[in-house]
DNA sequence: CGCTTAGTTGAAGCGAATCAAAACTAGTGG
DNA sequence: CCACTAGTTTTGATTCGCTTCAACTAAGCG
């Protein structure tokens, strides 16, 4: 009853909102035995590019990102991870299995790690867990090409709106509700890489929301007050 | 053994090459049952952004795309879709039930239907299709976030480039081999659609790559020689 | 408190978009 | 077979939004 094993799963802030939400308190045990925990600091990196992937993870703290830098030095996030979130692609096709993109925190991070080979076996046991997984992952398509639309035809206005309305939907996910405002996770070197731009051009568009009213913070991180309503029409949605 | 239903998929062009070659000639009978075939022509519409989804197919023949259609008129397409390709979201959440992205025939085109509640019951029964399913979307994932990385950083030179190494893979494949050159299946509005730039810019940078001996063509369409190699170094992969 | 890093703001340059027109293609019917 | 038309592609001239380069300011930290 009071397995130890058993209450570190149990007490996860994760445990409903995860994948990990579709097994039950007796299933869950199956997990509790392979998982261990990983805490990165900001800036460290979990995963390289072309890496052997041999773990998948749950992201139960912090926000991770996923990118692509090239050989002269250009570079595109093309996806966070907040706490919940799924990292790494079972059963992706034989050339695929290598780390698909740099993995990087970027705040303080917590993840709970699954070995490959015993994760699969998990998931072969428990069909439904796949099957939430196989949910997840159409999810995570439908942002990623939502995020093509943004990159492919949005103006640099319209592209920091949506990031905005973005972090702020996935900040109250995570976070206590009921307080106004949120903080952004990362810097506006991480927002241009994750919007396309450079950071300058991000840090003027940010003054100008701050200066047509549409937008307060405190610092370079903190929002005060955003008004949604007018984001939502600048952003297109 | 002489059943017409069940040689209509074993003389399937995809058979082997789509999701249902997760399923065994006995399993296939199930698919057999409600499959039905559906025809396009090139620029129709098989369905709109915000419908509700009630079936699932596969392309057998021809190419489609996913776009998305701005109110503005701005047009972006996030997937091409070729033979044996899947098209919908069984299992993605609730609120994604709807049809994310319009549909449409870029050449003719020949689908094989399937009604959605009678799809995830096979899927129920056969896991090792659900499995497969979720492989071929982990790698649609990829491609995806591939995509981000062209929409958000590459130049319009690296883009056309990428574009033509793209389109030449999936021909070949869809296509018999031997054939030394290829088809391209757009005109050049879908391709700027799809690369995120004007269909000016995509027409200059063709005749660039024409000019410098790296491409040529025969009329708008037909490919008659790429410097595999060169574009490899242009693309940046 | 000085030092380093992150963010803001300004001026100039450039790549792709826009505007405009010509050349080519494919389809139609005389 | 050719003329005619509608649509597509190519090419040119100009404009514009974002990038680049640069200087400055604010914030975080030993």
Redesign the pocket.
Known sequence: MDDPKLSFCQTCAIRHSSLCGALSSDEIHNLNKIAQRKSLRAGQTYALEGDTANSFANVTDGVAKLMHVASDGRSQIVGLLFPSDFIGQPRASENRQKVPHTIEAVTDLELCLFPRAQFEDVLEAFPHLERTLLGRTMDELQIAREWMVLLGRK???ERVASFLLHVKTKMENAVCKGTEGFELPM???DI?DYL?????????Q??RLKREGILE?E???KVIRVDEARLREIAQF
Chains 1, 2 share one sequence.
């Open positions: 103006t640099a206005e810097g506006r070197v241009a396309g731009l450079t950071y300058e051009t991000v840090s003027r940010i003054s913070m610092g370079g991180k």
